[in-house]
């Protein structure tokens, strides 16, 4: 009952700030507060969505965070809701990724319900391809805060079932990009939270079409996932290829766009 409280309230309360931000553009830092506020409610409800534990299976070592636990996993929800904000910068971005990590978390948790999940977001890319329906911060919001809820519920459920490595390696595009973002504002002085054509995908646009910036893009995220599947030992190799192709490609697209 207190899961079911908690998930409810997670979900309304975060399509409610969205929608709200998406009318009234509602300040980044009290957006930030009142994300945090409602998250940390959540978890003091269920406390089964806190993390205890950090493990990595590829060297067989794990990290307790004792008393950090409930700020490290406020601050890992909050990244995410961020980065997946900053993500939608273009059409079908954002709803193909999470229709992809829907399908992935099918096969990888048998999570029946998220079946019925597939066709909702079908329907999304769909009229988001056809520009007659737009995700928004509210659209984005309860994506993130769904796919954090399903990755935090099953980790701890079964840490054997998927580790941080592998974590990091489905979050790590929206992650990392969002931390050059911020860095490259701060050391101009700007504020962290403002917006600018800068992201990832508007790099790409200026070299490539939509669709195919769309196509790189996922499987910059996915293909190293594939690749795990078949072969789950070279998961820390992955995620360093991840990262340097990261590095390579926007010095690379800088590069190209300069000239």
Avoid: W
């Avoid at 493990?55 to 929800?77: A, G, H, K, V």
């Avoid at 029946?112 to 009229?127: A, E, G, K, T």
């Amino acid at each position: 009952k207190r899961q079911a409280v908690s998930f409810i309230l997670l979900m309304f309360s975060l399509f409610i700030i969205g929608l709200y931000d998406d009318k009234y553009d509602l300040n980044p830092f009290k957006k930030l507060f009142l994300s945090a506020f409602v998250i940390l409610i959540c978890l003091l409800i269920d406390e089964s969505l806190i993390i205890n534990e950090l493990r990595f299976l590829s060297i067989d070592y794990s990290i307790q965070l004792l008393n950090l636990s409930i700020p490290f996993t406020l601050l890992s929800i909050l990244l995410f809701l961020n980065a997946l904000n900053m993500f939608d910068g273009i059409d079908l971005q954002v709803s193909i990724y999470v229709f992809l990590l829907f399908i992935y978390f099918i096969f990888k948790f048998n999570i029946d319900f998220l079946i019925f999940l597939l066709p909702v977001m079908i329907f999304i890319i769909y009229f988001n391809f056809k520009k007659k329906l737009f995700l928004g911060d509210s659209g984005t919001n309860i994506l993130a805060g769904l796919v954090s809820y399903i990755i935090i519920k099953e980790y701890n459920n079964d840490y054997l079932k998927i580790s941080c490595e592998e974590i990091f390696l489905l979050m790590m595009l929206p992650g990392i990009d969002m931390l050059r973002l911020f860095l490259n504002r701060i050391i101009k002085g700007k504020n962290p939270f403002s917006s600018d054509n800068q992201h990832i995908h508007h790099l790409y646009l200026n070299i490539f079409p939509q669709n195919l910036t769309i196509l790189i893009i996922q499987l910059h995220i996915f293909l190293p996932i594939l690749i795990f599947i078949f072969y789950n030992k070279a998961i820390l190799y992955l995620l360093i290829l991840s990262i340097m192709l990261y590095l390579f490609n926007m010095i690379y697209l800088k590069l190209k766009i300069k000239h």
